[in-house]
């Protein structure tokens, strides 16, 4: 299960305190839109003051027009501010162009610039755990935990860097690190919901399923709509075979969601492991129809449709899985099956080989 990025972007300036990216009431537009208008009449009188380039940019940041402060930063840092009354290092410039070309996306773009503002300030935490959170982004997992320890030997008790790299642990399977760091994270107070989410996922991967259900509850008690969390207490129930709790942990997460794939996709084998094979049927299919390109719905469709003794039905779900997926050694072992209940020997003997040898190569 993926772990939604939680990071919400905000201008940090190193010598300044600046306004944080929320939105705009008219009031507070008007006023913005007047400062630009009057930062381009000072620049109009002067094409070469950096510093009417920098407010400008900032107030274009706060705006969310984010190409104009792009390119009103990159001014700014061609015309050399070293000595604008401003601030007394051109990091400043290139941070804030970081975070703008962070909300366009361009992570490449923005490593670029928070690497080029740390060269202008290498003891700045902040800048450190900037650069983790897009390293984050590019998906390299390792380059962020390590951007990450060093926001945090710098600063101790930065709690968001502990949960930044508690994700980034997350995606290295380094599991049991990420419970670590959420659990500092939620020492350091100002929890919010998705620390208990995160660290409840990172339970279920350690096998702690009482510790998981335990976080999910604090999480649904803080967001009583967060269908994650009801997704992941099913999960974490069913492992500890409180197969009804799951159950109705799925219908909550439906009730919530109607087109949700997990709920569906977990549901529909749990239904089948209490006998109710039409109400599995009806859960896949469902999954299916939502994600049509994933193997394991077939797969376990394929399941249903076997113990029903549909087994046209059941190699063809088989088969669909295979497609999708050619190393999928469960589907080759499970038509396989089919294929002998049916008496085709010679066809269950191919596709058992298949799977042990995909199983071996695991």
Not at 113 to 124: E, I, S, T, V
Not at 147 to 157: C, H, I, R, Y
Not at 197 to 221: H, M, P, Q, W
Request: charged content about 30%; hydrophobic content about 35%.
């Amino acid at each position: 299960m993926k772990i939604a990025s939680l990071f919400f972007f905000s201008i940090l300036l190193l010598n300044k305190t600046c306004a944080q990216l929320i939105p705009l009431d008219t009031s507070e537009y008007q006023r913005l839109r007047g400062l630009v208008k009057d930062e381009s009449f000072f620049i109009y009188l002067d094409s070469t003051d950096a510093c009417r380039y920098l407010k400008r940019a900032d107030y274009k940041l706060q705006l969310k027009e984010l190409k104009g402060a792009v390119t009103d930063y990159t001014h700014a840092i061609r015309l050399k501010p070293t000595t604008c009354e401003v601030t007394d290092n051109r990091g400043y410039a290139y941070y804030n162009r970081g975070a703008a070309e962070y909300q366009l996306k361009d992570y490449g773009q923005a490593a670029i610039d928070y690497k080029n503002a740390l060269d202008a300030d290498p003891n700045n935490p902040n800048i450190y755990f900037a650069c983790g959170v897009v390293k984050t982004k590019l998906k390299d997992f390792k380059g962020a935990v390590q951007f990450f320890d060093k926001a945090l030997e710098l600063s101790p008790k930065y709690r968001d860097a502990y949960f930044e790299r508690g994700k980034a642990n997350y995606e290295l399977k380094n599991y049991s690190g990420a419970v670590l760091d959420y659990t500092v994270a939620l020492e350091q107070g100002g929890y919010t919901v998705e620390m208990y989410y995160c660290r409840a996922l990172a339970k279920s991967r350690v096998g702690d399923f009482t510790g998981a259900i335990i976080d999910d509850n604090k999480a649904i008690e803080l967001k009583s709509d967060y269908y994650e969390a009801y997704n992941n207490r099913g999960t974490a129930k069913n492992q500890l075979q409180d197969k009804v709790g799951a159950i109705q942990d799925f219908d909550k997460v439906l009730e919530i969601k109607p087109d949700d794939y997990d709920a569906y996709i977990n549901r529909g084998p749990i239904k089948y492991q209490l006998n109710d094979y039409p109400g599995a049927l009806k859960d896949l299919n469902a999954a299916i129809l939502l994600r049509p390109g994933n193997p394991e719905g077939y797969n376990n469709r394929g399941i249903v449709r076997y113990y029903l003794k549909d087994y046209r039905a059941a190699i063809r779900d088989y088969t669909k899985a295979i497609e999708l997926s050619p190393d999928y050694a469960e589907a080759y072992y499970n038509r396989s099956l089919v294929y002998e209940k049916k008496g085709k020997s010679k066809k269950a003997a191919e596709d058992l080989k298949v799977a042990e040898a995909l199983a071996k190569n695991r």
